[in-house]
């Protein structure tokens, strides 16, 4: 009986279905070919990780450390990271199931088996064709190496393929541990008639609420956001620990400065216009719920460009870091339009107020258009101020060509592009719900 309501339930939530499935498929191809890549880059090489103090150095990983090694540790974390914001898009959006069973009687167990089984489903699709991808990209990959009369190939080895099957089995372990967890959470609170979001404490205790903490803070912040263009227009190789600095400094601003300047906008100007109050007060909403995804974005993109540029590599190891390099961006742009798309899913209330009070059918469209549009332009802003940046510092030391430079930046934008039409489709339909 919950085997097949747990199929109708994905049948008629077939495109969150998909998505979902889509997050296993590129995982599981991405994953294949990078247990196998790294296998055939690391073969009779040593690696190194510490400093003469045999104490572990960042730098000296970047710089010294075996490539191939380093960058199939990263990547399995962005995937874990990736599954994680995926997983929490495709079950929070079936919180109104799981309440309505809860009220027939359903148990918790009962609940996570259900979570369970769409979620086997989802992957004993998604990986097969997944691990075949990743042949396929294998042999594409080894026709453009021999190309460049590159002697080393990639080959599909047993050892890979064993680090391959114990990785994808922890990923999915997790996966269906997070189904089961938000199973027993949703659960608790629904019955208690409240909300997930409304179990946390927003409250500010200590020196954060001092005001002249929080203006050294601040200003602090403009500094620590400001360091990594510094440093890039330096020349420095150290992208990545200067961008992991600059996020921390962004968020300050962001959260001090960028979001109340929206809500002292609305307050000044909006009630001339209900369009754009509606849309700087979803957009702020979007920002503060989703800005560790754009952090991320930018942190993983300068860390493989650092992998990419700071060091000698082989052509099997460049090769490597490109195809890291796009496929963190996909995966990346995913995990912003998951976690932009987790809070939407509950936006169809505000629509209907909207409605309520007399906006027409076409100015919730134009609201939720323009929300959109500020939204990606926001995030493209900071990535293209600290990629675009990180990329004129190469480009004028000549570490980099022009072509270089191109492919870099259409690989980081593109994905994005495509994610906003994603978004406005998948958003549309909540707001026509809300008619």
């Not at 939530?13 to 995982?27: G, M, R, W």
């Not at 979570?115 to 990743?134: D, E, F, K």
Request: proline letters at 1%.
């Amino acid at each position: 009986m919950i085997f097949k309501e747990a199929l109708r339930s994905l049948k008629n939530s077939f495109s969150k279905a998909v998505f979902f499935a889509l997050t296993f498929y590129l995982t599981t191809t991405l994953l294949f070919v990078y247990f196998n890549m790294a296998a055939a880059a690391t073969a009779g090489k040593p690696e190194t990780y510490v400093n003469a103090q045999n104490l572990a150095d960042l730098t000296q990983m970047l710089e010294k450390g075996n490539m191939a090694n380093l960058m199939m540790v990263f990547v399995v974390v962005m995937c874990v990271i990736d599954l994680i914001f995926c997983n929490d898009f495709f079950v929070k959006n079936k919180a109104k199931e799981l309440g309505v069973r809860l009220i027939c009687g359903a148990t918790y167990i009962q609940l996570a088996m259900y979570l369970l089984i769409q979620t086997v489903v989802l992957m004993l699709i998604a990986i097969p064709l997944g691990i075949l991808s990743g042949y396929g990209l294998i042999f594409l990959l080894n026709r453009l190496l021999v190309s460049y009369g590159e002697e080393l190939l990639i080959t599909v080895t047993s050892y890979a393929v064993v680090e391959f099957i114990t990785v994808e089995f922890i990923v999915i372990f997790w996966t269906t541990l997070l189904n089961c967890g938000f199973a027993y959470k949703s659960g608790a609170v629904l019955l208690s008639g409240g909300n997930i979001g409304a179990m946390k404490d927003k409250s500010t205790y200590g020196l954060g609420s001092k005001k002249g903490f929080r203006i050294l803070m601040t200003a602090a912040g403009i500094v620590f956001a400001l360091l990594p263009l510094y440093t890039f227009f330096r020349g420095s190789g150290s992208l990545a620990v200067s961008t992991v600095i600059g996020c921390v400094g962004l968020d300050r601003i962001i959260t001090e400065l960028f979001l109340p300047f929206l809500t002292r906008l609305n307050r000044k100007k909006g009630i001339a216009s209900t369009e754009r109050t509606a849309s700087n007060g979803f957009l702020r909403r979007d920002i503060l719920f989703s800005k560790i995804t754009v952090y991320l974005l930018i942190c993983d993109l300068l860390v493989i460009l650092t992998m990419l540029f700071a060091r000698e590599n082989s052509r099997l190891e460049y090769l490597l870091i490109l195809v890291s390099y796009i496929s963190v961006s996909i995966l990346q742009a995913l995990t912003v339009m998951f976690r932009l798309e987790t809070d939407l899913t509950g936006r169809e209330k505000q629509y209907r107020i909207l409605s309520q009070i007399g906006t027409s059918g076409k100015s919730r469209s134009r609201i939720m258009h323009t929300e959109i549009s500020k939204y990606y332009l926001f995030v493209c802003f900071l990535l293209v101020l600290y990629g675009g940046t990180a990329l004129y510092s190469l480009y004028s030391s000549n570490q980099a060509d022009a072509g270089q430079i191109l492919f870099l930046s259409l690989a980081a934008l593109v994905p994005l592009l495509i994610t906003d039409g994603i978004t406005r489709l998948f958003y549309s339909r909540i707001v026509s719900s809300a008619e």
